[in-house]
């Protein structure tokens, strides 16, 4: 099932689209105050695909590429430029594939995370399939972060997807590169390489419990390097080498299953 996407390199380089034909998978928020944003500024949840670097809940917020501006280096090549990195996007088909392939420029030893943060519209059905057992690292606010085996870290399984319960929870699921997110028949898969770096997978469940007083659905599956959604935790952050640059290759498919 081939899928397409489009992007906005004028505001952040947000994904606004991911597509396998018959349906839409990226959940999208109408916010007038996105198209305004300047860096440092907070956070807007505009839905779609954003890019988070540095940080995704440090400082800045969700990091300082997704509210600049991505300019033209190379055919098919965008970059966001920053006082302390420039990171290139470069997005490709490859046999019906999404292939997005990134690299950071930056001062060798320099931390950080990085996260796809892909918010996806699905049915209160879906589920997030991942290898059990993996170390999962659950982000109960207030309370301090806590680890526990997927798909139940704290006892009760994070895997289903819906219906809405009114609760909202973030979790990171640790050197996990691969993870199937399941929504009826349809199956879209993501999977990220990158040498020498930790791999996991964010996720945010937000099944009508944030914000408050006006809480709405959003499901976030973000593969991420890194194993925390703060470069300040301790936790394993992505690294810079000695040569100053660091690459990556996030792979996105999907497929229905015959019934």
Known sequence: MPLSVRFDAALGGRWTSLSSGHREWLWQRRDHARSAVRPGDPFVDAGGLEECLPTVRGNPDHGDAWAR?????APGEFAAETPAFTLNRRITDRNGAVVADYRLAAAPGYRFVWAAHALLDLSPHARLEAPA????????????????????????????????????????LRDCPRVTVADGPDRLIWELEADGQPRSVALWRNLRGWPSPVPYRSIGVEPMLGGG???EEDVPAAVVPGSGEVSWRLTVSAFREQR
Do not use: H, K, Q
């Open 69 to 73: 501006r991505w300019n033209i280096v």
């Open 229 to 231: 959604f703060d470069v």
């Open 133 to 172: 057992g993996t170390l999962t690292r659950v982000y109960p606010d207030p309370e301090p972060p806590v680890e526990g085996p997927w798909p139940a870290p704290l006892g009760a399984a994070l895997d289903a997807l819906g219906p809405d319960d009114g609760t909202a929870i973030g979790a990171v």
